[in-house]
DNA sequence: CTTGGCACTCGGGAACACAGAGTGCCAAGC
DNA sequence: GCTTGGCACTCTGTGTTCCCGAGTGCCAAG
């Protein structure tokens, strides 16, 4: 009984604060909920719910505001995720059919994801690791130089020009490329070093030269993985919401590829929303936002990760079925294709 | 001689301005550059000056603040682009040199510019329009499906999925792709439809189906444009400057990549540097902003444009020689690869 | 345990005064 | 005719003071 007050206490304080962004009042409280009780009662639990370090007080003498500790058991136990309405899934789908190829399903995923939350939104272009090679390309550009492109099942297509220390022999190219084809076919990208490691001495010895140069520019391009990318979209909509923190900071941790990818990265079970909350995070400069998560990919795998990062004062059950949405969208769509 | 003055006085006021950030008054001047005339002589310039419109004061009895006008002046007559030093050119080349692709040409060079002029870089991606067709490739994905891969000179590569109503053909696809390859190579972008639209008609009949099907895709490709896409960076340079007008507008115009190709668009003579003064560029949101930008392309053609973004208030000649030195080295690099 | 009453605290806004920077103008000097 | 020093005037920005009101904590009564 007690407890439970406590508990709708701390949900309203919750919604209110971050429905007026302004620190909320026991007197406040009791006029906009119905909870049956007193100014003076709320005060009480107020007090107890301060001191277990739930909500905590600007100045003394000012409303209540919540602390990350209180929107963390909001979040947890006070709230459930907020569907989506059927217009909006239905804007969402029809958004995102019109992609065309990968680049255009990340950018806009992106750009959606932040007209939805009206936050920033930030995606990870799908990972190599989990993918597999669907076919690789040999196509000489002229005398000494060779493009060499590699395609996944995830429609991620790969290009590096290779230059050569001989001339071009076409035959010894289209060879090439039916045994890298046979060998590496539905191979996963994590296992093609191992795979190709003791393919040039099955070769004939006047195809090897060719072979190492193009296995080494392979293998340099799995390594560099550039394509955990990661994008954002929608930094305008930092312009109206007051960070407690510079927004100078944000800003910088949004360039920084390798600060958002610790931030969504740490991977957890498929398509669970993970919700990080003010200094929950990794990341000292972000202290002032939180970042709701979830996993994105085709079939069972978990390819990548998207997700928002907004003030702590946000709204969370709106902003994670949000993303559990258009995570599910993305995955459906990048299946598809 | 006297407006020889006038205009040193306008020079003066530009310059204190821009590096204070305040309004400069008529003591202050003959303090900190030696003009050699009293204050009072000063005044009498500047109410001039007021006058004609290149300087303006934000309320009575306070310094004056250069208009555009008088930004204008100043960019045209009165200051010389200032070229880098020797150690920041070093950085540039080798730090483009490591480019692998030409999308991480265009992502090191945005980066490059927004840390080099601490403001925002815009870049936009090559031009297809100016480019020719290098390479066609078709590459068969499963049963129906086929990857179409259009590789250009400038190393821009277009893929597209083409679905089919029939099976494959490896032959027929192999025909196909030496026949694409015999009449496109080495053909301007804008001239592909005309080459391929009796292509079809000259085919056997049985090849015409995957012909059509393929070509679609081809056509679409080329009339969506998309990558006359823009990037940009350092967004959290404008964190610090504080605009006249809200910084809301100024995101959300970097993310309308429509804005931003208008302001970078208007394309000028090859090389040179232009520079958009506040109310001069088209776009209202963008008003306390200015742009300073420059073609870029390998070889003679200019291929697309980059820049930067930033306050009026900015400092014009170091500005100007950053954009220069840039475009110049990015050209180097396209040329090369 | 809840409730009304009450004294206390403190932030934020309004009113006000003041110093300082800067201007415009005028009359004198070169 | 341009330049210069002097002088009165006009503002903005800042610091001070004061007061109101919202909100709290505590206490004693129900």
Redesign the interface.
Known sequence: MVDDRKLAVLRAIVEDYVSTNEPVGSKALTERHNLGVSPATIRNDMAVLEEQGYIAQPHTSAGRVPTDKGYRLFVDRLSQVKPLSAAERRAIESFLAGA??ID?VVTRTV?LLAQLTRQVAVVQYPTMSNSTV??V?L?P?SERRL?F?L?TNT?R?E???VELADLVDENRVAHLRAVLNASLDGCGLTSVPDKVADLPGRLPPEDRPLATAILSVLLE?LV?R?DEKIVF????N???ADFTV???EV??A??EQVVLMRLLGETSDRSAVTVRIGSENPYTGLKGTSIVAAGYGSGDKQLARLGVLGPTRMDYPVTMGAVRAVARYVSQILAA?
């Open positions: 065309v190829d255009d750009r669907r076919h390309e196509v550009l493009m492109v395609i429609g297509v290009q590096r020009v391009s560099e550039r979209a929608g930094a305008a930092l312009a109206g510079g927004l100078r800003l910088e949004l360039e294709s």
